[in-house]
């Protein structure tokens, strides 16, 4: 058989699924999920199931019209193109679910492939990380009594991805026992909606022969063209019906002689370069390679990008299997800088939160790349400064000057949430935007970036606060007044220590750049001058107040109402109470003191964690990851692991069937990189440091960085820490406290008194 | 011509419309809603309007789902039967707007009636209030030529509904300069939408001669029978089409011997009781009689009606019409005690806030009719005790036990409000619901009520507060945290003093009760000693703080965001705003006093008064009217009379489009009783205490009372105050601080400074 992506399966490298029954396959669509740039989808089945139709219409009957509905209980089709939104009547615009075009099904006997029946066997699927490619194998009985053997092969190209073209690339292999008619539809399916809701105001089918073409146009007026071709080995007749349009081809196969058969899909759209060719003439370039000559290309980029990412650990499989898992949905989502999108909070792999973009980009996703990556990082900051429009207009409607990003931002930047509470009060992000912005100019330590590109970000962001703080009656100082911070089971506080250091840290950055460009002057005194005195309340006996007066609140009653601990607190509390008692949703203080370690003595942040985190639920799946790099900071190695296993299993254990949790993706790595191996980011310190503390089970912890330019290999094992560099000139790094100088394309060696044991 | 009613207009009784352009007429919709016990239309014109539509579904698309958009720009049909609700997607429930039966149009030489047309002159509309009977006069130059008068007079049959039964009655005369062929047509339109949503699960017509019956089943299952009959000289002929069905009646006119139509509906629903006979049943009950014969009995009862209520001002023309329009809005939306429901905020008239009842039940409302007609004000205050079910749940929901009134009701007591920030927060209804129960006891001498039949709501609603207060660390009391006071721009806030005060009430309410029943002795130790020690917070200069802290918000600036008064501070400030500064919608800590007076130094209430008036908004409608009264109790004339002019203009001058503002209706007739005739309410004197105030333009003031029982009759003058009642024993009463006793059946007088002019 012409397998070669069928190899044996490396548990290191390798995701499978063998249950297909209940919610697990749509677990498996999330995690499953491939992509390139620009054109992602799930990992659903070949075949439509009977009980899972996908053009449901519901939008209109949630019980909260805040909170999404997901009806699709058993399997949901994705297919998402970064940058093509939809409108929507009460959410504004939405990541819009395009049409489904991984249809590739046999008929045999006039009988249909169905998963479900007892007919199909030794069914399995594999997801093999270093190449992003999908297999699926399985035994089906068909009614005729033949056994017949399928292979479906399956990845969306990255080598064509990197050149801006989409190209999905099927394959179908089936032998069998006995000589066996087999008919193999292969189409495309419209008849998909977005959470519940149909963007297309038009839809175009074209059958012909082995070909089908669908057009759509949104709703915002992108026009998407699909298009794909059935290759077999006789000809196919064309269908269409309503939304969906399929080939059909019709063989024989015999014992020993497998049909192969191909589809291939592109897509195209209206926001595409003019010269980028229509899907028909992209097809036809790629008539003269095979599929291996294709998956050959595709398998190459993903080398590629895996030499920079790639981090290994040997001792520990399942922690092998979490980092790569996280790395490979950060290295399929990064998007081109064209696209001007960065990337959804479900990781263009379902319709959680809209396709909306959160403070994720900046304080969980961003590192990844610009240690990994640093000019694909580029593409998410600069994000920020191409919808800086958008943040513009959110500003204007609160009748404010200057720019406030929105908390969850549509591709052109403007205000999504259609919760107030986040909207109005969670303001921080604004500020995050800025310090991500910072990271890009520190880590690549590059200054003009913040000069010239980011400047109108910065100036805007600073007027935005300079005009949102107040001084209180009595006060000699500026306050926040009425802000959610991180932790957003407390509602509308004042001065949360977060946001208040974060908007300081904006209105330097502003007062910085000003002073360096020669720019506002006048505005820059005044952005100082805010910067210099917004508060950070401490309790008498020191402790860092989340918000003013947080400790005036009666602590929740954990034990009365938090009875089943697997599911968050907020399940079994209403959010009234939430909002009057002392829990935290997720890391606040502990958040500011991780960003921030240089301004908090140990002591702080070991008082700051004795409260907070008994106060903590956890029930944000940004929490753990905070707590895990935190806890290796103060040395409380277990609390590091118990975190670290919660955020690993996230998606790896069925939390994706709406998505991928892709922050966590990123906080996975940032565990490993600044975490247990304890590198301080270009935020903290301008010298390459670690001070690793490797969990016992590990043995070997290596992975690639990017440093100020030069690129580093570090590996930690229980004995030392090993750094590598290929530049032209020398590297200071200091490891556990100690401070070498590395010459050119040579190598540092420390030894450490390596793992403290869980 | 056969028109009594159509008497000359007596200003002082009579409100009249000549504009009938632009979004006026919508407005006199809402200001001309008739209606008796069980059913209540709006003033629509008779005949559909050609740009007005009626059936638009359009709930789907509103900009913020949380509130009602209004499409029906021009004209609004409304049909509203107390009880009838509908279920929503997203809005929970609703009353529904039933089918219209008020068409009865002429057609002349081809063309129907239109009011738009140049060819019709003389336009006038009148509403008596004395019999809440709608008079319309028009002449119209018909297409041929013709001068032809109309005129119509209709109303709902005030006789009928006291006695459980729903009937309107139509008439319409016709008069002409030469003889004219004409067409009648009467009918019901099915094609109704309530807030854009269309509750109707089965639409049935039935056509048949003079009659047209229309039965509905609404979603919740409720079925609602229309019936009416056309009563012309000549035989009709019946038509259906879709959701309409009409008789029409051919008849020549001629000069000298006006036609006269007459149109009459009944109208039953499942929830009657079943006996009540059939639509078509009650119209042949009324078959023997006359359009004036049923005027008759209807102004009958509403004389009646107005014997024990009417406010007679002499010297001030647009106030005596601006109480009588509140108290006829009044006398007219008070339900039977059987349907179980209290009066929405907009009076059944509109839909606006979708027929949901508020706090103004028992703030706004209930003192109206507890000093008017003391046994139909039961029906108000049973509907909690009917809906304690409702606030139980929604105590449960919250993790809460007891009884949690909604913020916003339907008829069964289940909260509604979709904005969490009034449903979780704004929590002080459920004291509000006690205070109102109170009131009736103390209004009416009679304790038992509250340890019988209110007993339950009164120990459930201290249930719930004993698990809704809280002790903060540090502290030595309890606190109410997180709630929204009557002032909706200040959010989840501690400590509120209104909610505290009003919990504290309702805990020693429910104390006293249980000490009078034996009943709940353990409880009621605690709820002594919760209601005892819930603080008042004050500033260091004893100014009452509305909620801790509140003094440390800054400022809202006014001067730079509120450039059209004309228009709420909110539409010049976004939400966020008003949140973080110091700015009130309503009277909050004024509220407070208003209700507990004697718990207050009148120096005490002047700081209030300085500190909190400039800083509220009067945003709702509810606020100009509690100030109105708390300036004449603080001897601010000039002030009172203001915020009287404010209050009564809300409908009067325009303000009633989506319905009627009932609160303020009653919150006039409390501006006159309690504020310029400065009487004490029985919750805050055993004595019938007045103070009066007269505004400078007022000779006379004259209105009926019942004290305790007792009918009394209130005159106050420049000179001095004349109470006359028909006790059996004699009455004690202060005047002007002199407490003097009225012999039984006899008069007192009291000689007074007289008025403060403004």
């Known amino acids: 058989m012409p397998c070669h992506t069928h190899a044996a399966h490396d548990p290191a490298w390798c995701i499978q699924q063998t249950d297909f029954a209940g919610s697990s396959l749509k677990a498996y669509e999330g995690l499953f999920a491939q ?15 009977a009980d ?16 999404e509905v997901f009806r699709e209980a058993r399997s949901k089709f994705g297919t998402y193109l970064p ?51 999908l297999v699926r194998a399985l035994t089906w009985r068909t009614p005729g009594g033949a056994r017949v053997s399928l292979l479906y092969e399956r990845f969306v190209s990255m080598d064509a991805g990197a050149r801006g073209v989409r190209l999905c690339v099927q394959r179908l292999t089936i032998d069998t026992d006995r000589a066996t008619d087999v008919t193999v539809r292969a189409g495309i399916d419209a008849d998909v909606t977005t959470n519940g809701y149909d963007h297309f105001k038009r839809v175009d089918l074209a059958a012909e022969g082995e070909r089908v073409r669908c057009a759509v146009q949104t709703d915002l007026g992108d026009r998407v063209e699909i298009e794909s071709i059935l290759l077999a080995p006789h000809a196919a007749e064309a269908h269409a019906e309503g939304r969906r349009g399929w080939s059909e081809a019709r063989a024989q196969v015999t014992p020993g002689t497998p049909l192969v058969i191909e589809k291939r899909t592109t897509v195209t759209t209206s926001r595409d370069a003019p010269d980028g060719g229509g899907t028909g003439e992209l097809l036809e370039a790629f008539a003269g390679a095979g599929f291996d000559d294709l998956h050959r290309a595709h398998a190459d980029a993903w080398r590629a990008k895996w030499a920079h990412a790639d981090v290994r650990i040997q001792g520990d499989d399942r922690a092998q299997l979490a980092v790569r898992t996280s790395i490979a949905h950060l290295l399929r989502t990064l998007p081109h800088a064209s696209d001007r999108v960065a990337i959804d909070a479900k990781g263009y792999a379902g319709e959680a939160y809209w396709g909306r973009f959160f403070w994720d980009t900046e304080m969980y996703l961003l590192p990844f790349y610009l240690y990994t990556d640093p000019a694909g990082a580029r593409a998410l900051a600069d994000f920020r400064i191409h919808s800086l429009e958008g943040a513009q207009r959110n500003a204007h409607k609160l009748g404010l000057p200057g720019a406030k990003y929105a908390w969850e931002s549509d591709q052109l930047g403007d205000e999504c949430c259609p919760n107030w509470q986040y909207a109005d009060h969670e303001v921080h992000i604004t500020s995050d935007v800025v310090y991500g912005l910072a990271h890009v100019a520190r880590a690549t330590g590059d200054d003009s970036y913040l000069d010239t590109h980011a400047a109108c970000v ?8 300079t005009a949102r703080v107040s001084v209180r009656p009595g006060d000699d100082h500026p306050s926040i007044l009425g802000v959610m911070g991180p932790d957003e089971y407390t509602p509308i506080a004042d001065n949360n220590a977060y946001t208040n250091r974060l908007a300081s840290f904006a209105l330097e950055a502003a007062a910085d750049a000003a002073a360096r460009t020669g720019q506002c002057r006048d505005e820059a005194r005044t952005w100082r001058e805010l910067g210099r005195t917004l508060p950070i309340h401490r309790r008498a006996d020191g402790l860092v107040l989340q918000s003013d007066a947080f400790d005036r609140l009666p602590l929740a009653d954990f034990d009365g109402r938090w009875k089943d601990r697997t599911r968050p607190f907020a399940s079994q509390a209403p959010q009234e109470y939430l909002y009057r008692t002392q829990c935290l949703k997720q890391a606040d203080v502990l958040m500011l003191m991780w960003l921030f370690d240089s301004e908090f003595s140990i002591e702080d942040q070991r008082t700051a964690w004795r409260y907070y985190e008994p106060r903590t639920t956890h029930d944000s799946s940004l929490s753990a990851a905070i707590h895990s790099m935190m806890a290796c900071r103060l040395g409380l190695n277990e609390e590091a692991w118990r975190f670290w296993e919660e955020a690993c299993a996230i998606d790896l254990d069925g939390g994706a069937a709406e998505g991928i949790h892709i922050a966590a993706c990123g906080a996975v790595w ?16 301008e010298v390459l440091t670690l001070d690793p503390r490797l969990p016992a089970g590990w043995t070997t912890l290596e992975f690639p960085l990017v440093w100020r330019g030069t690129s580093v290999q570090v590996r930690v094992t229980k004995d030392g820490v090993e750094l590598r560099h290929s530049g032209a000139a020398s590297l200071s790094a200091r490891v556990a406290g100690e401070l070498r100088e590395i010459p050119a394309g040579g190598v540092g060696r420390w030894a450490t008194g390596g793992t403290t044991a869980p």
């Open 83 to 133: 940058g093509i939104y939809g409108s929507h009547p009460i959410l504004n615009n939405e990541l819009v679910n395009l049409p489904w075009f991984l249809w590739l099904v046999p008929e045999i006997d006039g009988s249909a492939l169905d998963a479900d029946s007892d007919a199909v066997a030794e069914h399995e699927r594999t997801l093999d990380l270093r190449d992003n490619t």
């Open 458 to 465: 910065l100036f805007d962001a600073a007027r935005y606060w």
């Open 35 to 49: 992509g390139a740039p620009g054109l992602h989808i799930r990992g659903s089945l070949e075949e439509p199931i």
């Open 670 to 685: 940032q565990m490993v990189v600044f975490g247990f191996a304890g590198m301080r980011s270009a935020m903290e310190d």
């Open 52 to 67: 899972a139709p996908q053009g449901l219409r519901y939008w209109r009957t949630p019980g909260n019209v805040t909170a």
